[in-house]
C-alpha cells in the first residue's frame, strides 16, 4: 500500500471492531505467531489453523485451534465456548477444564486460565492470559501471556485470519 493509498483511504471510527468469538471463530482461520522467552527473544515460530461451527445440541461454538510449530510440535486445543449475559463467555478447552470464563475488555476478548503441560497440573500449571483485537473484519491480533506461580515464562504474538470459503 502507497502512501497515497492511505490517504484515500476511508476513515474508521475508533472502537467500531469488537472480538465477537462465537463469530470469528465459525469456520476457518489461519495465521501464524512467534513465541518469546521472558526477555522478549523469539524462541519459536508456528502456523495456526481453526476450524469451528456451532453446535445445536449444545448452543454452543466448537472450534479446534491447531498450532504446527517449526520444531514440529503440533499441539491442538479443543474449544467450547458459549456467550452469555453482560459480555461474559462460558469456555470448556480439553486439557485446560470447564468452568473458564471470559470477558470483553472494551472491544476486546480476554480469557484467563490454566493449562496442564507435561507434570505440571493443577495450581502448578502455567496460566494463561490471551487478549484477541480485531483489526478488521476478517483479521484478529491475539497475545497469550504465560506465566507459572505469578512469573513470566513468555508470550505468543499471532495473527488470525479468517478464511472465505471457495
Given at each position: 500500500?502507497?502512501?497515497?493509498?492511505?490517504?484515500?483511504?476511508?476513515?474508521?471510527?475508533?472502537?467500531?471492531?469488537?472480538?465477537?468469538?462465537?463469530?470469528?471463530?465459525?469456520?476457518?482461520?489461519?495465521?501464524?505467531?512467534?513465541?518469546?522467552?521472558?526477555f522478549g527473544r523469539?524462541?519459536?515460530?508456528?502456523?495456526i489453523v481453526t476450524?469451528?461451527?456451532?453446535?445445536?445440541?449444545?448452543?454452543?461454538?466448537?472450534?479446534?485451534?491447531?498450532?504446527?510449530?517449526?520444531?514440529?510440535?503440533?499441539?491442538?486445543?479443543?474449544w467450547v465456548m458459549?456467550?452469555?449475559?453482560?459480555?461474559?463467555?462460558?469456555?470448556?478447552?480439553?486439557?485446560?477444564?470447564?468452568?473458564?470464563?471470559?470477558?470483553?475488555?472494551?472491544?476486546?476478548?480476554?480469557?484467563?486460565?490454566?493449562?496442564?503441560?507435561?507434570?505440571?497440573?493443577?495450581?502448578?500449571?502455567?496460566?494463561?492470559?490471551?487478549?484477541?483485537?480485531?483489526?478488521?473484519?476478517?483479521?484478529?491480533?491475539?497475545?497469550?501471556?504465560?506465566?507459572?506461580?505469578?512469573?513470566?515464562?513468555?508470550?505468543?504474538?499471532?495473527?488470525?485470519?479468517?478464511?472465505?470459503?471457495?
Amino acid at each position: 500500500m502507497c502512501s497515497s493509498d492511505l490517504a484515500d483511504a476511508e476513515p474508521r471510527p475508533l472502537g467500531s471492531l469488537a472480538f465477537a468469538p462465537e463469530a470469528f471463530f465459525l469456520g476457518r482461520t489461519e495465521g501464524g505467531g512467534v513465541v518469546r522467552d521472558p526477555f522478549g527473544r523469539i524462541v519459536r515460530r508456528c502456523r495456526i489453523v481453526t476450524t469451528g461451527a456451532f453446535s445445536e445440541a449444545q448452543q454452543a461454538l466448537r472450534f479446534d485451534e491447531t498450532y504446527a510449530y517449526d520444531d514440529g510440535e503440533i499441539d491442538t486445543w479443543r474449544w467450547v465456548m458459549q456467550a452469555g449475559r453482560d459480555g461474559r463467555y462460558v469456555a470448556a478447552e480439553e486439557k485446560a477444564g470447564s468452568g473458564l470464563v471470559g470477558e470483553r475488555q472494551g472491544d476486546d476478548y480476554v480469557l484467563s486460565f490454566r493449562r496442564p503441560v507435561g507434570r505440571a497440573k493443577g495450581p502448578l500449571a502455567p496460566h494463561y492470559r490471551s487478549r484477541f483485537t480485531l483489526l478488521a473484519p476478517d483479521s484478529a491480533l491475539k497475545r497469550a501471556d504465560v506465566s507459572l506461580l505469578g512469573v513470566p515464562m513468555g508470550s505468543l504474538s499471532a495473527i488470525h485470519r479468517r478464511v472465505v470459503a471457495q
